[in-house]
């Protein structure tokens, strides 16, 4: 498949994902074909690492046996080729998600984009980036805002910023659902407020964050925002300039791209002037024995060579996705979600974790079976060759607001069935019997 | 039998629900105390385990924790197997599960030596489920370096 010149996903008119379209797409997944334990497959674990399509690592393939060469670099033939393919990634994925070109940075995964804002802020902070960088300098009396919602890659980096610079870090809360507490967002985030980092959607819950009260928020006290996008950008239509953020990180591996590939969204003004995370080769204009000067973003941010495979790759996918379209894979896994939800809340001895049926959210579905701990309930599902996650998930200040230590994770995505959920509840099911809990 | 019941044994699944030693225990007057906490960080698994000593001798294992129906067996299968026993005797036991947690499927288990530990045998084929069943082991191998510390 190859990139559309415009979002098929803006015609309202066309026909929802259904069962037999999904089916024909997992053939483009032959992973899917596999048999585990005697079972087939059936993938309910995407929120940790979606599936490939065969375009995309044939993409990096051809790029390897066709184009591989040193970017930005060398005037031969080969490295101008590359030089293209991997400038024309960038410029699908930015387009993907809203960006312009040179507000989309790489990183090796959203992890490596929440580190990178955090270390250049840090920077900032040790006077580093001369007067531009000084509006990111962060000190004693400073806040940083996060949620009691987030994966542990967008609070430990905040966690640290604050160790180095001596801002003081605040979240706020959820309640027992794992609903945001927004009624006390407006007290929480202040005046002092520097920045607020908060996820799009829930890696455990799935629910979908209200990115606009926040956003709104934060503007008035002039805070920055950073969303972790990381289970929203594979899921759902994401447009960084309709939400209104400064800063969004994504992973490639979550949204059919390969492995080792991510990017960092900021707004052009903020990511010019902040001073770099890794430096070396590819991100200077002059160096002498004494210092350099840096480029201007995104290559600022660029040290080193980089993943031009996987950014093809990346490109691939996001071609994929677009060719499908991002709202009928939103209304297909909010199909597919709900059913998990009201059939998991129907099983005796299963409760759903988060808020029930009625709020929306993407197809993530974490439970507790009464009496079974998630790791067994997780062994139980592989012996008939179901794939969840089992565990905190990163996210273990919210398991302990939810009262629990883990939780086992079913998530979708746009090539699992109606029969895949249907078979994760017919399993669930059979869980409390095997290991002998009553009823 | 299906490799999932090779793993979830009967006498594992016994021990998970009626646990042997759950509870920390206080020391009688004259013995030393070694505790150890130890996580499975992967799925959030913890124990912390007690023993008090009489010289060379386990009084009694006691321990309290969170885990999987494979974690709490094996800490209720060590209990028994450590409880008045000599401390070298045990250490022995122990060397003997490593040995056996390490033969992915191999070694079948000295139910001479294992006893109850014997039936963990099937898990050893399953490597994600190896920490869970030497959480226990590791915690009471730390306590007992710290009783005599």
Redesign the interface.
């Known amino acids: 498949m190859t990139s559309s010149a415009t979002h098929p996903n803006h015609d309202d008119s066309i026909q929802p994902i259904n069962d037999i379209e999904a089916s024909r797409l997992r053939a483009d997944f032959p992973i899917l074909e596999r048999t585990i334990?005697g079972s087939a497959l059936i993938y309910l674990d995407s929120g940790a690492t979606s599936q490939k399509p065969t375009c995309v690592y044939e993409a990096e393939q051809q790029y390897y046996e066709t184009f591989n060469a040193a970017v930005h670099r060398g005037a031969h033939s080969l490295s101008v080729e590359a030089t293209d393919i991997f400038e024309q990634a960038r410029s699908t994925v930015a387009r993907f998600i809203g960006a312009k070109d040179n507000e989309l940075v790489w990183t090796s995964n959203a992890t490596e984009a929440l580190n990178l804002i955090t270390y250049s802020f840090a920077n900032a902070s040790a006077g580093l980036g001369g007067e531009a960088a000084r509006q990111f300098a962060l000190g004693p009396g400073d806040e940083i805002v996060v949620t009691e919602l987030e994966h542990h890659a967008n609070l430990i980096p905040w966690q640290e910023l604050a160790f180095r610079t001596g801002a003081t870090l605040k979240y706020i809360p959820v309640d027992e659902h794992g609903v945001l507490r927004m009624e006390l967002a407006g007290e929480i985030i202040t005046e002092r407020t520097r920045i607020l980092a908060f996820t799009h959607v829930s890696n455990v819950l799935g629910t979908i964050t209200e990115v606009p009260k926040l956003v709104a928020l934060a503007a008035t006290v002039g805070a920055l925002t950073v969303l972790d996008g990381c289970q929203s950008v594979p899921h759902l239509p994401v447009d960084v300039k309709a939400l209104g953020i400064d800063f969004m990180a994504f992973s490639g591996h979550k949204m059919l791209g390969p492995t080792g590939i991510g990017g960092l969204y900021g707004r052009a003004e903020l990511l010019d002037a902040m001073p770099p995370f890794l430096t070396g080769g590819s991100m200077i204009t002059s160096v002498t024995m004494e210092k350099a000067e840096y480029l201007p973003s995104p290559m600022r941010f660029e040290a080193g060579t980089q993943r031009i495979a996987q950014a093809h790759g990346l490109a691939t996918a996001v071609g994929y996705l677009d060719e499908v379209g991002m709202n009928r894979i939103e209304a297909w896994e909010e199909h597919l979600g709900q059913r998990m939800i009201s059939g998991l809340q129907s099983i005796d001895g299963v409760t759903l974790l988060g808020p029930g049926t009625g709020v929306t959210r993407i197809g993530t579905a974490p439970f507790a079976v009464q009496g079974?701990?998630?790791?067994?309930v997780g062994?139980?599902l592989d012996?008939r060759g179901i794939a969840v996650r089992?565990?905190?998930h990163c996210a273990?200040p919210l398991?302990r607001a939810l009262g629990v230590?883990?939780s086992t994770r079913a998530s979708t995505y746009l090539y699992n069935t109606t029969s895949d959920i249907d078979a994760l509840l017919n399993a669930v099911a059979d869980v409390r019997g095997?290991?002998?809990v009553s009823s | 039998m299906?490799?999932?019941d090779q793993?979830?044994q009967q006498i594992i699944?016994d021990h998970a629900?009626a646990r042997k030693g759950d509870g920390l225990l206080e020391g009688a007057p004259g013995t030393q105390t070694g505790e150890s906490m130890q996580h499975n960080p992967?799925?959030?698994?913890?124990i912390r385990l007690r023993v008090h000593m009489e010289g060379s001798i386990i009084k009694d294992v006691s321990w309290e924790g969170?885990?999987?129906?494979?974690s709490?067996a094996s800490a209720s299968v060590l209990t028994e197997l450590a409880s008045g026993h000599e401390r070298e005797e045990f250490l022995n036991v122990l060397g003997e599960f490593r040995e056996l947690m390490r033969s992915r499927g191999t070694m079948a288990g000295d139910e001479e030596i294992l006893e109850d530990a014997a039936a963990f045998a099937g898990v050893s084929k399953?490597p994600a489920?190896v920490k869970?069943a030497m959480l226990a082991w590791v915690a009471a191998e730390a306590a007992l370096l710290a009783a005599n510390s």
Request: proline share 2%; with cysteine; net charge negative.
């Open positions: 334990n079974v701990h998630p790791h067994d062994q139980f012996a089992v565990g905190h273990q398991h230590n883990s095997y290991f002998g | 299906s490799e999932l793993l979830y699944l629900k992967v799925c959030g698994d913890q969170d885990g999987c129906s494979i709490m399953f489920r869970c």
